[in-house]
């Protein structure tokens, strides 16, 4: 492994470096990371427009599918841009808390997409207009994991009325699936607000791991091919407590 970078933002630690190996496979491959070893980012150095990560693929499958002429999309949560990159002939606003994870996925990983707002994601999307977007995408996370602001009633409340009559919310986040009571408070939390919601989970072969989880919610029936979900199943979830902005996790 070589480090190329390493710093301390006001939100947190960075590291890019460069590695042989990506869950076993061998190449040569660049990843940014944040101080808890949570990867935000991967880039194929030998074929820099293949998506390493399964769940953007599956998002961008769950989009396509069931919106084949979606045209707009506000994301929360930057990355290495790898969502807005794909979808370049789309109008993305992308909003990104931190201006240094911006800059190094132009250093480091060749970001050339639209302009990145830097800002709470939340805040932002609350000056834009009502029913403007195709699809809302949420991907952010701190060390503590995805802000609670980001996943209370009040925020999937403003995700709705964001939404045109077919939009969609897809999240990503990181759990224990089933047995979560984060992810089941999520998921009641959304099932309060949009009339069909779906979870995905990205097995990890360990019962009780931190896994991949997508979470959909949408005022109209969606669906989905298998064989397309790059390896993420959907799941049953339990019930659990509604998600309010007062609320402390």
Known sequence: MELLYQSSSPHHELFVYETTQFYGEKGRFRLLEFSDNAMQGALDMNDPERILFEYPRAMIHLLEYNQPRFEQVFIIGHGIGTLTSYFS?????????????????????????????????????????????????????????????????????????????????????????????????????????????????????HRGHIQNIILIGRQTPFGFQARQMAGFTEIELGEGYTIRDRDPL
């Not at 994991?145 to 980001?150: A, I």
């Open 89 to 205: 002939d789309k109008r993305c606003k992308v909003a990104e808390l931190d201006h240094e994870v911006v800059e190094l996925s132009k250093k480091f990983f060749g970001y050339r997409g639209d302009p990145v707002c830097i800002g709470d994601g939340r805040i932002l999307l609350g000056s834009e207009p009502q029913q403007a977007y195709d699809c809302l995408i949420l991907d952010a996370f701190s060390e503590k994991g995805t802000p609670v602001h980001l996943i209370s009633h009040e925020f999937f409340m403003m995700c709705r009325e964001k939404l045109d009559a077919s939009g969609m919310l897809m999240m990503n986040l990181f759990g224990k699936g089933e047995h979560d009571p984060l992810i089941n408070a999520i998921h009641t939390t959304l099932n309060g607000i949009f009339t069909y919601v779906k979870a995905f989970l990205l097995p990890s072969g």
